[in-house]
């Protein structure tokens, strides 16, 4: 299952919306808090979040490099938000771009918020039309969970913005707007994804 919003679990309205969606009691959540500005920080807060959800805090890992990924099979993969060219450079200088695509394929539950769930499509070079790539990104390869060109905040973004994204990502790639009381879930591991918006 592949399950992207604008906010996380930090917010009261996104935890209601995947309440009962997601299993929590006995699963564990590897968290991914590379895109925030403290990532000690954002670690902590996301953290306070998911509890505030339901899974147990002795369930909730940090991911710091490959072997933290790889060393538990995690039920779920949370990725946060903040700068999208900070974490896809983080992610790639890590190596943790192919064990992410595989404990996805394996099962795992993947849930981006906003730049986390940006890193989940093809290419993310159309981010630079939202935000400035002040990593000095040239490789834009993201997950490639899904082809969708994603906008998180899309209510609160430029029109003209989320077009040139399309436009500049291809004729081939939807555009995917989530607003910031959106939640968009994929279930991935079907043929045919079937999504859902709450």
């Avoid at 147990?56 to 060219?85: K, Q």
């Avoid at 490639?144 to 436009?167: E, M, T, W, Y």
């Avoid at 081939?172 to 591991?189: A, S």
């Amino acid at each position: 299952m592949l399950v992207l919003t604008s906010f996380g679990f930090r917010s009261p309205l996104i935890r209601g919306k995947l309440s009962g969606v997601l299993p929590v009691k006995g699963k564990t959540v590897l968290i991914l808090p590379f895109a925030g500005v403290n990532i000690k920080a954002c670690a902590e807060h996301e953290s306070e979040g998911l509890v505030r959800f339901g899974y147990s805090p002795e369930n909730i890992f940090i991911c710091e490099d490959l072997h933290t990924l790889t060393r538990l099979n995690y039920d779920v993969i949370y990725v946060p938000g903040g700068n999208t060219f900070k974490l896809l450079k983080a992610v790639q200088n890590k190596g943790l771009m192919l064990a992410l695509r595989k404990a996805v394929g394996n099962g795992c539950t993947y849930i981006g918020v906003s730049a986390g769930a940006e890193l989940a499509t093809v290419d993310l070079q159309y981010v630079e039309n939202l935000e400035e790539n002040n990593e000095a990104v040239t490789d834009f390869h993201g997950l490639g969970l899904i082809k969708d060109v994603v906008i998180p905040h899309s209510d609160q973004r430029n029109i003209a913005d989320q077009l040139a994204c399309k436009s500049n990502a291809g004729k081939t790639r939807k555009l995917l707007c989530i607003p910031n009381d959106g939640v968009i879930i994929y279930d991935i591991l079907k043929e045919q994804r079937n999504v859902k918006y709450l």
